[in-house]
């Protein structure tokens, strides 16, 4: 019914039944996003737990739904179990599984972006961007100075 819902308040009439608020799309978006816009939304559902994993070949299979998210920290949490433990191998493989017979996007951490089915990763968090820009900014400064030293070049 969630996954439904979702579907059904992210779209525009006819697909849905989200509101056109005032028209306000338009001043931010312009006119013609109402008319594009239920062609360009993407429904991602994440499954956190053994109950969704339990019913996830229905969650899979809601129209309107592009992408099933295995949220493999969550899982990991609502079940106590290790990513190396062999029964939630198993729940991974369940979602993996039905999601990709119901046609759909299979996601998961971008750790996973090796295994095959995995299309759709989650990213860093911005200050996980941020910290990892500065450590490639840092280390390109710092290697230059080392060059420059090495070369007798003066400081820039």
Known sequence: EKAEAA????KYP???????????YGRLWGRDY???????????????SPDGIEIVDKLAAVPGVDVVFAASGDIGSFTGWERSDPRYRALIRRVHDETLKAGKFLGGP?????RHGFT??????????????ARTTLKGTARRQLKDEATGDEAR
């Open 120 to 133: 759709f990763f989650q990213g860093p968090s911005e200050s996980g961007l941020i910290r990892s820009g």
């Open 110 to 114: 971008f750790a996973w972006n090796d």
């Open 34 to 48: 109402r008319r594009t816009a239920n062609e360009n939304m993407m429904i991602v559902i994440m499954i956190e």
């Open 7 to 10: 579907v059904r308040y992210a």
């Open 14 to 24: 006819p697909v849905g039944r989200r509101s056109q608020g005032g028209g306000q």
